[in-house]
């Protein structure tokens, strides 16, 4: 790696970090605290690359972009920050950053892309002030790989033409990306038009949603759904679009691979759809964000005009290691309802079990193909097991406590199936009598003989 790097960031820590790997690397670097320095050494003409911090004590590294911009057209900046939100990741693309890492960044893969940066020259371009309304409100909230990874694929594909399908389960936030896609492109001053199947009605139909449009951006909510009456009348609008047409963009909380391979989903439509698709993850699988998430709902609430409160440990806890089938849309509405219910400004555990309490402890097998194997939703589970420690290994004797929490579910059910007839259980089963005795002796499960009626 050859070139001159600047360095920007007010924690002594990363600076120095930063200064000695790309030093080692064979680079030249200029390291300052301010965003004042850095702007006289980009005037100086110093630096091949910039690597910045976005919340400097003098200055901002993204609203300095176009100044750079202007000053040094060609320069390439990678933001580095701790703010991690799509917004950050939207205004570092439409401020024209060379790349977006948030904190905390993978030193190895920053490094990649720091050799990358110095050997490509960036064209400068023209920005505009990214549309501020609504921003705050968005709970499009992460740290994790998977979230960032998101961030950067709406940031690359904001303002393309390419149709954008967004997948993803119940209260994932679909809406939601496709509301920042529109809210943060070219198109943000022209209407967005969310279509369903009643839309579609009547032979105008097509026709007035494109007109409502106005060139903006038709999003067709849960495109999975829709009849087949329905599709053929996108596919027909989609073929007629013309010029000043608007961007097309479709939801769906089901696998519509699957719905065209059974004949549910016109091939041609799911074609025309999936120009980006966008997969949004569920909460279970991103569970270094829920805590994160859960403290911007109250921040929010606060901000709304609702009391100061705040979650105990274990409390924060308790919602880290839910399942959250209803994944976002459900985690906020129980925030807002321990905003109400909770009688201190410190959310208890037990305030967080009252609320609760009433919900599924685990994620509904909902929408699950009838092919799935059960191994696969054993390993969902245990993935989500695993992840629950943070990083961590769980306790010793895991082999015996998984065996302990499949065996048990299968013996009930078993018995229960065969009215309790130890005897037929067993054969059922395939284990030898003493086998099952013993089994459910260490099980503790209670045995009810009775006639089944089946």
């Known amino acids: 790696m050859d070139g001159t790097v600047l360095v920007a960031d007010d924690d002594r820590t990363i600076r120095t970090v930063l200064t000695q790997a790309l030093t080692r690397a064979g680079c030249k670097v200029h390291a300052t605290s301010s965003m004042v320095t850095l702007m006289r050494w980009v005037e100086e003409g110093k630096g091949d690359l910039v690597i910045s911090d976005v919340v400097m004590p003098d200055g901002n590294g993204l609203e300095a972009l176009p100044k750079i ?28 950053a060379y790349d977006y890492l948030p904190k905390p960044f993978d030193l190895p893969d920053l490094m990649k892309r720091a050799s990358k940066a110095l050997e490509i020259k960036r064209r400068a371009a023209p920005v505009s002030a990214p549309n501020e309304t609504e921003t705050d409100d968005l709970p499009l909230v992460g740290r994790t790989p998977l979230m960032q990874n998101l961030y950067r694929l709406v940031a690359r594909v904001m303002n393309t033409e390419l149709p954008v399908l967004i997948t993803g389960e119940s209260g994932t936030g679909k809406s939601l990306i496709a509301r920042a896609i529109h809210d943060f492109s070219d198109r943000r001053s022209l209407p967005f038009v969310v279509a369903s199947a009643g839309d579609l009605d009547g032979v105008d139909g097509p026709s007035t949603l494109v007109t409502k449009a106005k060139g903006g951006t038709l999003l067709f909510d849960e495109v999975g759904d829709l009849s087949e009456e329905a599709q053929a009348k996108i596919v027909r609008l989609l073929d007629g679009l013309g010029e000043n047409a608007p961007r097309i963009m479709a939801t769906s909380q089901v696998d519509l691979a699957a719905k065209m391979e059974d004949g549910s989903l016109r091939q041609d439509l799911y074609y025309r759809l999936g120009g980006v698709t966008i997969a949004v993850p569920t909460l279970r699988e991103r569970v270094d964000d829920i805590p ?83 191994s696969g939703s054993v390993e969902k589970h245990l993935r989500r097991y695993f992840d629950l420690h943070g990083g961590m290994l769980p306790p010793a004797g895991l082999y015996q406590r998984i065996l302990r929490e499949v065996e048990m579910p299968l013996i009930e059910i078993a018995l229960d199936a065969v009215g309790g007839n130890q005897a037929k259980c067993a054969d059922l089963l395939g284990i030898n009598r003493n086998t099952l005795r013993k089994k459910i002796t260490e099980l503790d499960i209670q045995v009810t003989r009775r006639r089944k009626l089946m």
Do not use: C
């Open 292 to 374: 994160l998430l859960a403290e911007h709902f109250l921040a929010r609430a606060e901000r709304d005009g609702a009391p100061l409160r705040r979650l105990s440990a274990a409390a924060s806890d308790m919602i880290r290691s839910y399942s959250w089938p209803g994944n976002v849309r459900q985690l906020e509405n129980t925030v807002m309802r321990l905003v109400v219910t909770a009688p201190e400004e410190e959310i208890s555990q037990s305030d967080v079990e009252l609320v609760l309490g009433n919900q599924p402890a685990m994620e509904p097998l909902t929408g699950v193909a009838d092919t799935d194997k059960l």
């Open 69 to 96: 911009g202007e000053k040094r057209p060609g320069l390439p900046v990678i933001i580095i920050s701790a703010q991690n939100t799509i917004m950050t990741a939207i205004q570092a693309a439409e401020a024209h």
